[in-house]
C-alpha cells in the first residue's frame, strides 16, 4: 500500500504502509518537486502524479522512489484522476487533470503522453471525478456549474448552473450514484438524471472525500474528524472524532473489508492534516470510546492533498516526450 502526500511548501511525500506485526508507514521519498504549491496528487499501482501552481504534472516511479518526468499545461494543476478498465487493473490506461481555466487534459499512462484537451468550464475547475466505466467523467468549477464529459466521443456532453458552487464532485463504488460537496453541505444525485436524492449536513466546511464500499462515504475537514456518511439512510455511519489536531485536507480508502475470505481483512483509512500528520486507521474501531490511529507519520509541513493505492503492480510508467496543444482553446473548439 502506497501514500503521497503534497505540501503548501511544494514537497512531495511518498510513504510504504507496511504490516507485519503492527502497521508501519515506512518513508520512500521527500523533496521539493514543485517550484510552487502542491494541488492535487493520484496513485495508481507503482505510477503516481502531482499538479501544482507552476502549470506542471510531475510523474513519479514508486518501485524506484523516483521522479520520472513531466507534463505541462497552461495553467494551474487542480485536480488530477487516474483510470484503469478491469483488465489493466493494476496499471493506470488513462490519466486525467484539470486546470485553473476550466480545462480538462486527457493522457495516455502507458507511456505518458498527451491525448486531448477540452474547454469544460468557464472558469477554474474544482474537482474532477471518473465513472467506473470510463466512459464519464464529471466536473464542477468556479462558475458554479457541473459538466458531465462523455470521454468516448471526446465532448462535454452536459452542463448546468449549481444553487452555489461545489468544490467537490465524486461517484459512488458503482457509479450509480454521485455526491457534490458545497462548504459544509453534501447532496446524493442519481447519475442517470442529477435527480437530487437527498442532503446530508456536516456543521463545519468539508476539504475532503472519498466513496468507500456498501454506499459508505467518508468525509474530513474543518471539523478535524473523519465521518463515515451512510448513502441509504442519509445519517452519519460512524465517525472518528477528532482524528487530527488540524483541519483533515485528504482521505484514501486503501484497503476494504472482502466477506468472501476466510480471514477479514481490516477496512483501512488514510487520513492527512493540514499540520503535516498523516494517520492510519481501521475504521471498523471507530465506534470505541477512543480510537487510535494504527500508524502514523509527520512530515512537518503544511499538507494540501493525499492519495494511495493497495494495487500492487510491477509495472513501471514510462514518459514519453510529449506537450499538450499551444492553444488549448482551439483544441477544444475542435471537437
Given at each position: 500500500?502506497?501514500?503521497v ?8 511525500w ?29 496513485v ?10 507552476d ?60 491525448l ?6 468557464k ?22 456549474c ?25 461517484f ?25 436524492i ?29 465521518t ?6 442519509g ?25 468472501d ?10 487520513s ?64
Amino acid at each position: 500500500m502506497s501514500l503521497v502526500a503534497g505540501s503548501y511548501e511544494r514537497f512531495i511525500w511518498g510513504y510504504r504502509l507496511k504490516h507485519r506485526q503492527n502497521f508501519t508507514l515506512s518513508p520512500l521519498f521527500s523533496f521539493p518537486s514543485h517550484l510552487s504549491t502542491i494541488k492535487a496528487v493520484a496513485v495508481f499501482g507503482s505510477a503516481a502524479v502531482s499538479g501544482g501552481y507552476d502549470d506542471t504534472i510531475k510523474i513519479y516511479d514508486l518501485t524506484s522512489s523516483s521522479e520520472i518526468g513531466s507534463l505541462h499545461q497552461s495553467s494551474a494543476i487542480t485536480s488530477l484522476s487516474f483510470f484503469a478498465p478491469p483488465s489493466l487493473s493494476s496499471f493506470p490506461r488513462n490519466l486525467f487533470a484539470t486546470d485553473a481555466e476550466g480545462f480538462l487534459s486527457i493522457y495516455d499512462a502507458d507511456p505518458f503522453i498527451h491525448l486531448k484537451t477540452l474547454k469544460v468550464h468557464k472558469k477554474g475547475v474544482n474537482s474532477l471525478s471518473i465513472h467506473p466505466s470510463g466512459q464519464l467523467a464529471l466536473t464542477v468549477g468556479h462558475d458554479e456549474c457541473l459538466a458531465m464529459v462523455n470521454l468516448v466521443r471526446g465532448r462535454r456532453s452536459f452542463y448546468c448552473r449549481l444553487s452555489k458552487e461545489s468544490s467537490i464532485v465524486q461517484f459512488n463504488e458503482t457509479g450509480e450514484k454521485f455526491f457534490m460537496v458545497a462548504d459544509e453541505k453534501i447532496s446524493l444525485h442519481e447519475s442517470e438524471d442529477a435527480k437530487l436524492i437527498f442532503e446530508l449536513d456536516n456543521q463545519k466546511r468539508i476539504l475532503c472525500a472519498a466513496p468507500g464500499t456498501n454506499g459508505i462515504l467518508f468525509t474530513g475537514g474543518e471539523d478535524r474528524n473523519v465521518t463515515a456518511w451512510d448513502s441509504a439512510s442519509g445519517k452519519v455511519a460512524y465517525s472518528i472524532k477528532d482524528a487530527h489536531a488540524a483541519r483533515v485536507k485528504g482521505i484514501v480508502v486503501l484497503s476494504k473489508s472482502c466477506s468472501d475470505s476466510g480471514e477479514e481483512d481490516p477496512y483501512i483509512v488514510a487520513s492527512a492534516s493540514s499540520d503535516g500528520v498523516i494517520r492510519i486507521w481501521d475504521v471498523r474501531m471507530a465506534n470505541k470510546e477512543k480510537t487510535n490511529p494504527l500508524a502514523e507519520a509527520n512530515t512537518r509541513s503544511r499538507l494540501t492533498c493525499l492519495a494511495g493505492s493497495s494495487i500492487k503492480s510491477v509495472r513501471r510508467p514510462r514518459v514519453e516526450n510529449s506537450k499538450p496543444d499551444e492553444n488549448p482553446e482551439a483544441a477544444a473548439m475542435e471537437s
